[in-house]
Nanobody
């Protein structure tokens, strides 16, 4: 069982940066691939980025490639199990609720249905 809590969202102007965090609790966090998804009003949830359990493999949607960076911190004692999404050069079209997700598999996926655990989401609003 994994519990996820996102933070770091906010209202920023276009071109600014934000860093989202996803704090995970659970004894086997390091065994989970992690992903970030987002959902804008009236739109379906879409893939943003994902990272393998060890952090060695990362994946990005074309729309965020080169601007967003995903990383993770797998603490040995599970005291600080966190996934980050560094978002630079933000655009108004990045406005959405961002969700962190965990998959009980070492290999990430770009499909939301592949993830078993989800956070509550954090709002990111980018003004023009």
């Amino acid at each position: 069982q994994v519990q996820l809590v996102e933070s770091g969202g906010g209202l920023v102007q276009a071109g600014a940066s934000l860093r989202l965090s996803c704090a995970a609790s659970g004894r086997t966090f390091s065994s989970y691939a992690m992903g970030w998804f987002r959902q804008a009003p009236g739109k379906e949830r879409e893939f943003v980025s994902a990272i393998s359990w060890g952090g060695g493999s990362t994946y990005y949607a074309d729309s965020v490639k080169g601007r967003f960076t995903i990383s993770r911190d797998n603490a040995k004692n599970n005291a600080k199990n966190t996934v980050y999404l560094q978002m630079n050069s933000l655009k108004p079209e990045d406005t959405a609720v961002y969700y962190c997700a965990a998959r009980g598999n070492s290999v990430p996926s770009t499909f939301a249905y592949a993830y078993s655990y989800w956070g509550q989401g954090t709002q990111v609003t980018v003004s023009s």
